[in-house]
């Protein structure tokens, strides 16, 4: 049984920092990539960022670029977003997904329950 587990939510003022990760289990996770995707409310879930199976290639949306860094450590079957400089339109709850290196959820096979993020002003 694959589960993905993220953790580190939380409330944080604009200009905060934040890390989040994301832990698999049940699934070869060296073989996969990972990403991050978020939802907030009354708005499309989208592409946050990903990093390929070997780590080697990472991919980030405009809006979060220079802010976010995607990394992982598949040792540990682990996935972080280190969220820095925080602003209010990054409040959502964010998901990590494991499946196909791509932008499009669609591609991602098993999700997890979700880390709310919430950055007042």
């Known amino acids: 049984q694959v589960q993905l587990v993220e953790s580190g939510g939380g409330l944080v003022q604009a200009g905060d920092s934040l890390r989040l990760s994301c832990v698999a289990s049940?699934?070869?996770?060296?073989?996969?990539?990972v990403a991050w995707f978020r939802q907030a409310p009354g708005k499309e879930r989208e592409f946050v960022a990903v990093?390929?199976?070997?780590?080697?290639?990472?991919l980030y949306a405009d809006s979060v670029k220079g802010r976010f860094t995607i990394s992982r450590d598949n040792a540990k079957n682990t996935v972080s977003l280190q969220m820095n400089s925080l602003k209010s339109e990054d409040t959502a709850v964010y998901y990590c997904?494991?499946?196909?290196?791509?932008?499009?959820?669609?591609?991602?096979?098993?999700w997890g329950q979700g880390t709310q993020v919430t950055v007042s002003s």
């Open positions: 997904a494991t499946g196909r290196y791509s932008m499009r959820s669609r591609d991602y096979d098993y």
């Open positions: 049940g699934l070869t996770f060296r073989m996969y990539a």
């Open positions: 990093i390929s199976a070997s780590g080697g290639m990472v």
